[in-house]
């Protein structure tokens, strides 16, 4: 179905792998294209409650963006790249209602840690690097990450890393809070296998209205507080909440249906 994605489903979690490994993985048109009719897909797929994505190979998550492609572009053409990545791809990752977890094997650099920082966290193999490097290219980075990375890592480290173009190791991402686990290359996605199962006997409504209300507090445009309360709000009105309450009072574990 795709040709440079290979995607599976198993117990309720969607492995989404980027199959480019000659390419270090590198995100090209086509690639984001099919990233997005993906993430589109796993809104709606009653089958797949949690996503992990990953890099084919041991070399690279994603090792940037197909440089090749944007060489010549106008001043335009760049907004409009920049423009196209935020809204179908990496927005979209961010604002999924089933939590993405990043499984980083090897390099995150640029569009990759981009990529990374667009899930909603990270685990990262102890021979994962990160970076941003796109002044070295006469660029800064385009899909969001001068603002994920800051998020994240505060103004000051980002704006380092960024203006640097440094690359960090594994466990240097971890102190930061770049990423939530390290592990070794073998138990990555065991890793991510183990969070995301953890997640999936939650209710799903409620995981939605936690991504969405956390999400809120990185809006200058949103109030966090309303949303939290809004989201509060709509949640007592879900067969989950019932079914949660129940089971708490009756001492037994909760069956949730996602309605």
């Known amino acids: 179905m795709y040709n440079n994605i290979k995607t599976e489903i198993n117990n309720r979690i969607l492995y989404i792998t980027i199959n480019r490994a000659t390419k270090l993985n590198a995100l090209n048109k086509e690639t984001l294209a ?57 927005d979209l990752i961010e604002n999924s209602p089933k939590p993405i977890i990043a499984a980083v094997n090897g390099f995150a650099l640029g569009g990759g840690l981009e990529l990374a920082m667009a899930c909603h966290f990270r685990v990262a193999s102890i021979n ?60 990555l996605i065991a890793k991510c296998e183990e969070l995301a199962g953890k997640m999936l006997t939650k209710a799903p409504l409620a995981l939605s209205a936690a991504i969405a209300a956390v999400n809120a507090s990185t809006k200058n445009e949103k109030n966090g507080f309303e949303v939290e309360i809004d989201e509060f709000g709509k949640l007592f009105g879900t067969e989950d909440f019932k079914e949660g309450t129940q089971a708490f009072l009756e001492k037994r574990k909760a069956n949730f249906t996602g309605r």
């Open 128 to 187: 994962a690097k990160l970076g941003l490097p796109e002044v070295t290219l006469g660029l800064i980075p385009g899909y969001g990450g001068t603002q994920r990375l800051s998020q994240l890592v505060g103004k000051a480290k980002a704006l380092e890393l960024i203006l640097t173009a440094d690359m960090i190791g594994a466990e240097d991402a971890l102190a930061l809070g770049l990423v939530n686990y390290i592990t070794s290359p073998d138990e």
């Open 34 to 90: 099919e990233l997005n009719a993906l993430i589109k897909d796993f809104y709606n797929n009653p089958e797949a409650g949690v996503a992990i994505i990953t890099g084919d190979g041991p070399k690279a998550f994603v090792a940037g963006a197909d440089i090749s492609e944007f060489a010549s572009f106008s001043i335009e053409e760049g907004k409009q790249l920049a423009a196209t990545g935020h809204s179908s791809v990496f």
